[in-house]
């Protein structure tokens, strides 16, 4: 079950990894046994699952509507609906301000065993955080962190029910490296580096883990700068004011929203193959712009598997009071996320762009 209110934005999650091990099978008998008692376990498995007594969660999305964070919204629902879990999404629309009152609004109405947060003042959450806890209400961060650290997946409040996050700054390392292979040819490499929002936070990790995989390159230099925050409308003006500009740009990089509007401006221009793009998200326009060679490679991001993974998380937090921890979900994936022309089609876009 799901219901919406206008008010609220907390999300949490954590990506489960698989253990790898060597598995000895003794005789063929002892592996249809095996299987025999799996078979007649799973029905029971199902008919208790059936009689789970429904949880009550608010979930705390920092944009409903965003493109992102639709899917992630989208495959928290249908989570829910097998754990039952009752979600109550409410929707901060970008408002930090509105974001805490929200928080404090699901704290005191005494409505939730747990609460998942997707902050976007992540440090500014976490007194909020911890009185909730306090409450004995199970608490689990989603996508963004919730802390002062931007370079880890672990919990930064102690308590934390579950913490499923992508880590900024190795988003900018990766981001990075892929611009230095793309500039490997070109000396000097002149780079339009575009901000989501260049006073946030989360852009200045990423910056910083971006200048960090560069830094030593020193054929790529950054000679301009634009915002498209999270739209492509604003990635496309970005881009034709870096190229009026800087008319010999060799590169533009940034999040897969604002490379979107990056490509229009590009081709506007005449400078289709001319100028390289490389972003970030995993978005099915990424994932396009890789596979026809638009775009030069992309890093991803799991929207959607964070939010199924969060649901199932704080539902068994609160079940059996057992935390799920921090980890990154992209870091499971091949090449640790790091997507080009050679290896795209082991990637599925998780949301459009």
């Not at 964070?69 to 989208?74: E, F, G, I, R, T």
């Not at 638009?294 to 937090?317: F, K, M, T």
Request: hydrophobic share 45%; proline share 4%.
């Amino acid at each position: 079950m799901l219901t919406i209110q206008t008010k609220g934005t907390l999300v949490a999650s954590k990506f489960r990894i698989r253990r790898h091990g060597a598995l000895a099978v003794a005789a063929a008998s002892t592996l249809a046994a095996a299987g025999a008692a799996a078979l007649a376990s799973a029905p029971a498995s199902a008919a208790a699952r059936a009689h789970e007594k429904s949880v009550r969660v608010a979930y705390l999305s920092f944009a409903v509507q965003n493109s992102y964070d639709a899917p992630m919204l989208a495959a928290a629902r249908r989570e829910a609906a097998k754990v039952h879990v009752h979600l109550t999404v409410f929707d901060a629309n970008n408002s930090p301000t509105k974001q805490y009152s929200e928080l404090q609004d699901a704290i005191t109405s005494h409505q939730y065993q747990g609460i998942i947060v997707q902050p976007i003042f992540g440090t500014g959450l976490i007194g909020l955080v911890r009185q909730a806890i306090a409450h004995h209400i199970q608490v689990a961060n989603l996508d963004q962190i919730l802390g002062p650290k931007l370079n880890t997946d672990q919990p930064q409040v102690k308590g934390l029910a579950a913490n499923v996050v992508f880590v900024p700054t190795e988003i900018g390392s990766k981001l990075g490296g892929l611009v230095d292979q793309a500039c490997a040819k070109h000396n000097p490499c002149d780079v339009g580096y575009m901000y989501d929002i260049k006073a946030s936070a989360l852009d200045q990790a990423v910056y910083r883990g971006f200048v960090s995989a560069t830094h030593s390159h020193h054929n790529v230099k950054i000679v301009a700068e634009g915002q498209s925050y999270f739209t492509p409308s604003d990635g496309l003006t970005a881009t034709q004011n870096m190229l009026q500009a800087n008319p010999n740009l060799t590169l533009i990089v940034g999040s897969d929203q604002g490379i979107e509007g990056a490509q229009q401006a590009v081709a506007a221009a005449g400078k289709t193959g001319k100028v390289i793009l490389v972003g970030y998200g995993a978005s099915a326009a990424a994932l396009k712009g890789v596979r026809s060679g638009a775009w030069y490679g992309d890093v991803a991001q799991l929207p959607a598997s964070e939010g199924r993974l969060v649901v199932q998380d704080i539902a068994n937090a609160i079940r059996t009071g057992v935390s799920s921890g921090g980890v990154d979900p992209v870091s499971q994936l091949p090449g640790g996320g790091v997507i080009t022309k050679a290896n795209v089609a082991q990637f599925h876009a998780e949301w459009p762009g």
